[in-house]
């Protein structure tokens, strides 16, 4: 359980097809008693080593007593299931970062649809 920063939630799709841009929000609490700030990381688990991360456009916030604030990033689907790893910190009065919570999730691989070819008529195309 989080001392000061709860990773709440993690939300992205179930699923996504190889070389897409997966966006994904990752949803801390603030549990202390007053304004702290916190920061997100994350990493993916696929079997490369050492796991790649996840670019978050913001990757910390000054977040409320009892706030939830949403961090967004995204990550380039690999070509198998991955697991989120998704890890909150808080900053404290001393000057360092804290490791506080982490939860996973995971998104399958689906093949990506078939482009399809319309079927046309010549003449639709000559004007007589």
Do not use: C
């Amino acid at each position: 359980m989080a001392q000061y920063a709860d990773v709440i939630e993690i939300i992205t799709p179930g699923q996504a097809a190889p070389g897409s841009r997966v966006d994904i929000t990752v949803r801390v609490k603030n549990t202390y008693s007053n304004v702290i700030s916190i920061m997100v990381g994350g990493a993916l688990e696929y079997g490369v080593s050492p796991w790649p991360g996840i670019d978050f456009a913001e990757n910390w916030a000054n977040v409320d007593s009892a706030a939830v604030h949403a961090f967004g990033g995204s990550f380039i689907m690999p070509d198998r299931r991955v697991t989120i790893h998704a890890y909150s910190y808080w900053y404290g009065a001393d000057g360092y970062w804290y490791y506080d919570d982490e939860l996973t999730k995971s998104v399958d691989i689906t093949a990506a649809p078939e482009p399809s070819i319309s079927e046309f008529r010549i003449a639709d195309f000559i004007k007589v």
